[in-house]
């Protein structure tokens, strides 16, 4: 029997682990670029790294921005005059072949906390003068040696409860800073054989296909109650889900469903999954997001919000450690802020009203988000 098939796959898996490898250094390289740049180098920096034509997302009230430029001047800029110096604390670094267009596309995600020193506002959120911690979790479409695309989402909420302003009612989770694995073995900067990764993407996969048919399932009986042993076909009974600001983080699948599933289950309606733009795995560790992944109704009682008839989307990320043959942890960032504002509340708006910043007496523009409206009053 020839053995020639064999060894064409095989050289295909080694080149494809190259081409990951390739892809993280250009991530790598570019955040070491990034981090040490001066302010108004920061332009420079992500147009150096980035292709004509890049693509940015950003949660709200960045949203979507086309260029360098524009994502210099929207996010990075506001946030490094707002939180300087800031020291990038990854938890989690991977990279993997695109599930959702059978590997096509190259990405890589980088997931941590950014520690600075809130000295200046940003957004608007009052600074403390102490360290704050602002979550992340950044995907980049590697293409040609450069960046493609970004999608950043980013913990806002949390950093508003870090400077005392609270925006939502008592979470059914824990609040707390996040950690990063229980393992100590997110980041992955060496090279990983394909079989774990495969096993990995399988396993998410089939949890999300359980989740997909129980929404089906509740919208034809209405019954929004799952069965922990529903859970427990993916899931370890030890497993830890760290929600964002305003859930809060869970242990054990049934706390998990106490504190998470049945308040998000039966306080929306009509949930729709609309798909991932990247869902991907290396080793151990998978991760997707959605833009957005998720569209629902809310009925009453999440987030202590009442109902109403207004359908708004959900943009979130999901990073999974499996071990063995379950889901170990769970971090999710959810875009509660654009979810909200689409039925009519702007968190940060209303904050600005709290703390006198909007009205007729003031000269500003609202909803700024380039962090240089407040300039004059720093000093």
């Known amino acids: ?179 990063g694995p229980r393992t100590g073995d997110g980041v992955l900067t060496n090279a990983n054989d394909q079989v774990a990764a495969d096993k990995t993407m399988a396993l998410v996969n089939e949890m999300v296909a359980d989740l997909s048919a129980l929404n089906k399932a509740s919208a034809r009986t209405g019954d929004d109650h799952c069965p922990p042993e529903h859970l427990a076909r993916t899931w370890h009974d030890d497993m830890i889900w760290y929600g964002p600001t305003g859930i809060g983080a869970s242990y054990t699948i049934n706390r998990y469903q106490e504190q998470h599933q049945y308040p998000f289950r039966l306080g929306l309606a009509d949930k729709v999954f609309n798909g991932h733009v990247a869902r991907f795995a290396e080793a151990d560790y998978a991760g997707f997001f959605g833009w957005p992944n998720l569209s629902n109704t809310p009925r009453g009682g999440f987030l202590g919000m009442p109902g109403g008839d207004v359908r708004a989307d959900m943009r979130v990320v999901d990073i999974y450690r499996r071990q063995g043959d379950k889901l170990a942890e769970n971090w999710v960032f959810i875009d509660l802020l654009h979810w909200l504002s689409m039925q009519g509340l702007d968190v940060l708006d209303r904050m600005r009203q709290l703390n006198g910043l909007t009205g007729p007496d003031q000269d500003r523009q609202v909803g700024q988000a380039d962090g240089a409206e407040r300039v004059g009053n720093e000093s």
């Not at 600075?116 to 403390?128: C, Y």
């Not at 609270?166 to 996040?178: E, M």
């Open 1 to 179: 029997m020839s053995t020639e098939p064999r060894v064409t796959e095989l050289r295909v898996a080694e080149l494809r682990v190259t081409e990951l490898q390739a892809a993280k250094q250009v991530v790598l390289d570019y955040y070491s670029a990034l981090d040490a740049a001066s302010g108004d180098e920061v332009v420079a920096v992500i147009a150096s790294a980035t292709s004509p034509g890049y693509s940015w997302r950003g949660v709200h009230p960045f949203h979507e921005q086309s260029g360098a430029e524009a994502a210099a001047k929207v996010f990075w800029q506001p946030l490094r005059r707002a939180m300087a110096p800031i020291q990038r604390r990854p938890q989690v670094f991977m990279a993997g072949h695109n599930d959702v267009d059978d590997g096509q596309t190259v990405w890589v995600c980088q997931m941590g906390q950014l520690l600075g020193l809130f000295d200046r506002p940003w957004l608007d959120i009052p600074p403390t003068g102490k360290m704050v911690f602002l979550r992340y979790a950044e995907f980049h479409r590697v293409q040609d040696g450069r960046i493609a695309e970004t999608a950043l989402f980013c913990d806002i909420p949390s950093v508003m409860v870090q400077a005392g302003h609270n925006p939502f009612p008592p979470q059914t989770g824990a609040d707390f800073i996040h950690p």
